[in-house]
Each structure stands twice: as C-alpha cells, then as structure tokens.
C-alpha cells in the first residue's frame, strides 16, 4: 500500500499519538516518521518458539501458551513482590515466576494468551520470565527487538507506529545508487529498515545491518573525503622548494639503507611539502621499525629547502634522546639541533628563542614547552610530533597554528588501519610495515614471579657477556608515588641478589640531572640492569639491551607491553622479554598468552581492540570518533575501509557529479558544507 504520507510526515499522523506520548517522543528526538524509523532497537532478544523438551536448562527460552487458572502474588516489603502462575504451552504445563511485576496479574486472566521470554530451569518446569507479551504476537517471528523508551511509551506503543509506518510504505529516499546495492547484494533501504524492526531470521537480519552500516560508512567517508579535497584546495600555500639531489645524498650517506617501507614513507612526505598543500599526516610504524630516521630525512629536505623543523616529544628524557641521536645525522652536515624543555636554564632558553626568531636555529628538540606562546619561529616548515596520541587536541592545534606548518604525526601504537583513519580521519596516513632486515624477534617468556632466582642467574648471564637489561615494575594505577615506591623497592632487591653488577634507577619523582645520569649510565654501558618505571616506555633506544623483565605484566594493556618489548631486540643479537605475571583474572592470563605467541603489533593492536575496546587505545574521547546510528568502526571496519575505498572512488568520477542516481548521496555531502558544489580537482 502506498500512501500520500512522506519520511517528514509529523508523528502526530499516526493512530495513537497524542500530546503526552509526543512530548516523550520528543526526547527521543523523534519527530517524524523518518525519525521513528531510525530509531532502531539496541538489540535483540530470540524470541524463536521451541519444543519444551529442546529446551536447555539456564538457557533464555521463548513459550507461548494460554494462562492456567489465577497467578498468585507474594509481597517482600514495599517494592519487592513475586508473581507468579501456570501456562500451558506445547502440552506441558510450566510454571512462571516473573519478579516485580505484581501489576500484571489483572491482565493474566485463566485463557490469556501470552508469550514468555526468560530463563528456563528444566528440572522445576519453570521459566524465570523477563519479557511477557499478551495477545496475537507472531510466532514466526525469531527475534523481538528491544527499544530505548522514555517516559510513559511502552515499546509495544513504539512497535504498533513503526508498524504504522512501514505498512504504509513510508521510507527514506533511496541513497546507494542500483550498481553499489548490487555489488554487495545490500537490501534495499526500505526493505533494510523493515527488517532491523522485524527481523525474519538471523540472515536477513544481518543483511540489513550491513546495509545500513555500509551507507553510514559511505556517507561519512564522502564527507571527509571532500571535505579534504576541498580544504587541500584552499590551504594552498607557497610550495617548499626541496633540494632532491642533497636530500637524496644525505638517505644514501645513512649508515644502513632505509627498508621499502621508509623509502616509501619518506616519498609520500616529502610529495606533501613539496606540493604546496598543507601536509597533515600521520606516520604509523611499530617501535624499532625506524620512523625517527625517516624524520630525520624530512628535517633535513625542509632546512634545505631554508626553513626551520621542530620535533616535538611526550617526555624530557624522549627529548634529549632524540635531539641526541639527530645531532649524530646532522653533525656532518654542520648543522645544530637546539633542545627546548622544562627543565631548560632561563638564559639558556632566552639565547634558543633569540636563534628561533633569527632564524639562527634551523631544527629543535623539545616538549611541549616549545608551543608555549612565547617560543617564535623565523620560519617554521615542518612540524613532526612523536607519540601523537599523547598529546591533547589543544596541544596540537597550538602548535600548527605557529605559522600553519606542514604537520607530521608520529605514532607506535599500531592502530588498525580503518580505526585510523576513522580516528584521524582527515589525516594522510603513512605505514611503516616492516622492521629492519635482520632483526630477530624477541623470544617472550611467562613467567611466574617464584622463578625470579633462574630469571636473575639468566640476566647475569647475559650482563656477563656485555648485554644489558631493562627491568620495569609494576604500573600502580592513579599513584605515580607507589610505582615509585615499588621501583625503589625492587632495585634495592635487585642489588643484594645481583652484587656483582651495577643496577641503575629511573623513575619520575627523580631530578632531571638524575634521570640524565641514569639515562646516559645505561647508554654508556655503565649500568648493566636499568630499573625504571614506564618513563621508559616511549622510543628509548638502546641497542645494547637484550632484556626486558616487566613485572606484574598482567596489569599493563597489550599495546603498553608491546611498546615495552620493543625497548629490545634493536640490535643484531637475539633479545628477551620475560613478563612475570600470576593474573588472577582471565584477562590478565589471555594477555600474557598473547604476548609470548605474538610480536606483531597489529595483531596485538587488534587483540587489545578486542579485550579492551577502542577508548582505551587511543585515549579517553578524545580520539574524535564520529558517532554512526548502527556502524561500529571497530566491530565493522572491513567495511568502513570497503567505503573509503568506494567513496574515494566516487569522488573521483564523473558520475557522481552528474547522474541523477546519485542525487541522494550529493545532497547529504553538499549539505554538510563538505564541499562547495562541483566536482574538484
Ligand atoms: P622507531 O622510532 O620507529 O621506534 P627508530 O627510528 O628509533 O625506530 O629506529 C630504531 C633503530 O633502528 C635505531 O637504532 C635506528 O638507527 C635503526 N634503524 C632505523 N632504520 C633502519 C634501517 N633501515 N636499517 C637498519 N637499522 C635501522
Ligand atoms: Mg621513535
């Protein structure tokens, strides 16, 4: 049946909605029909009808059946009650028990039919019921959705309208055009919205969640596509002339030839310096697969080119390190790198800000203390910051708003690609996917914390031939003074069983002159047996280290133990990580299982996805997920890179600007001021 009604059709056009369910309606954020249809149940109970002797004992179970004479009702004090009475269902006659819900026994008069959902106990014949339907529901049906209500509406209320709606045919605009409907085998919208209300079977249920899903994907991924096709079109800006030749000298005059997967990162960012858009991209690459040196290379192109480069590190010690090992790449050439942090001596930051505004000093090192207002640049080209996730929106609009240089982020964490670029979705994104040739992985070992004497005659083993080893101690969350505690405890143990080495301490409540001395101890090869809090989690790099305990690993995220174990296994020599861990809880065990059977990051990143969900990896909300009505960018993200793909492609052709087909999908991108109209360049 068709009928005169549209998607914006007011709900006040249908049977049973008056004022008092509109005002409920309303904080819904349901006002239309199209509104209604969109308000799509959280999930889905089975409901599917089975014989009682298939039943299975605690399991949830569905029976429809005819009430057997008066329920009784015992009361618990004021709130609690227990109702309860007999059905007769597939000839058995069962016996159900429904708490709270003493206000229903007028509607179980003997002969009522209802359906009850709740948990069977085969042994007393008796169904614990959470759900009680009354009258004709259908029996075909497999599975009853369960809506988010407000107010007085009841869900049926809110089934009975949708019906309403769907009966009359009454659906959005058609967006995918025919060809990408048939590509995937995708419902139809309509037939996809009819299902999420009253799903058949598990099948076609699916199909229309993948339907929708894919448009929502599609529609977003259009979006930011052009929304970045057109600001690359308006931030033109004056192209940073590089230097290839010297540029192309100073790769080959590395001490190691960069792997395919740098060469090829380094290509992309320079294209982006080079071409006048504004670059915004992120460099993703497991720890130890080489993203500094491929900064490295970038600094160099853009103080070539006459322009200055700032490299911008989460922690001091990162700080020093880095400005450290780029002194070693640009020594030969001259050139200096400046280091800016907190702890930096006032005359000496006056004479850096005096060099950063003379133009004097081309390249810098620091914390965030460089994006404090008061650091001025001559020229900034290139902004790279490390570790990007740990620093704060705000951070990193401060510091691209220093004359709007070309922006680089840097991240270990391998985050899935889709997440990526659902997370950083206006970004480029680079990937570094292989590590060095020659490096053998680090052999990871559980061990229980009663085997800490074989573990400390293996270190001593190990330290008497040259090697070193890092030992990280327990992560005590929210109390940085009793991981503190807990690393002054352990070093002290460490020096009575191991006398004969030199056991270094590193942890944040130090002086920065003592964290230096620590650090630099270690380097050097003075220290054999570092024992630090996770100051050291982030980019330290020692090559000479073969060992990495960490203690109490079960308390630490997979991605957190995978950073820790990239610390060795830098070198050439065989590495090992030993997590001395006795989880209580199954987590914690999956977690250390997954360590010793994997080293790769994204399996581990996927893993963690899965055991933790993707706040956590990425940091709190900030991650800056767009929300989706039914999409999960996680669960779902083979198809959210299936529409980056599409999307990009659509862009692309002239079609999409042109056919009437594709009229739905230009509006919703046209409407979102992603763009300005016609087809771009
Ligand atoms: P990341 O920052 O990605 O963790 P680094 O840039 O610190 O990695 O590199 C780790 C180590 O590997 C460094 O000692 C670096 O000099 C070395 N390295 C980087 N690229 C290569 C390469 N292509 N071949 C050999 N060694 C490399
Ligand atoms: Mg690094």
Redesign the pocket.
Known sequence: MTSSKKPQTSIEELKGVGPETMKDLDRLGIFTWEDLLWHLPHRYENVAIRPVEELEHDAQATLAGTVQGPPTVKYYGAKKNRLSFRLFADEHLIQVVAFNRAFLKNKLQPETKVNVTGKWDRYRAQLTAQRIEFGDVDETRAYAPVYTITGKLTVRQLENWIKQVIRQDVFPEEALPVFLQKKYKLPTIAEALATLHQPENAQTLKNARRRVVYEEFLCFQLNIQAYKRTRRKNERAEPTKIDEASTRRFVQALP????DA?ARSLREILADIQDGHKMNRLLQ?D???????VAACAMYAVVGAGKQAALMVPTEILASQHAESLAEFFHPYGLEVALLTGSTKTARRKEIHAGLESGEISMIVGTHALIQAAVPFHDLGLVITDEQHRFGVEQRRALREKGNPDALFMT?TPIPRTLAITAYGEMDVSRIDEQ?SGRKPVKTYWAKPDMLERIIAFVHKETSAGKQAYVICPLIEESEQLDVQNAIDIHAQLETLMPDNRIGLLHGRLREEEKEAAMDGFTGGDIDVLVATTVVEV?V?V?NATIMIIYDADRFGLSQLHQLR?RVG?GDAQSYCILLSDPASETGKERMRIMTETTDGFVLAEKDLRLRGPGDLLGQKQSGMPEFRLADPVHDYRALDTARQDASALLDSEEFWQHPDYQTLRDDVQKTGAISGKKLD
């Open positions: 190691f030839a960069l792997t740098q690459g720890v130890g697969s080489g993203k500094t040196v270990a060095p980019g790099n090559a990239g830098r």
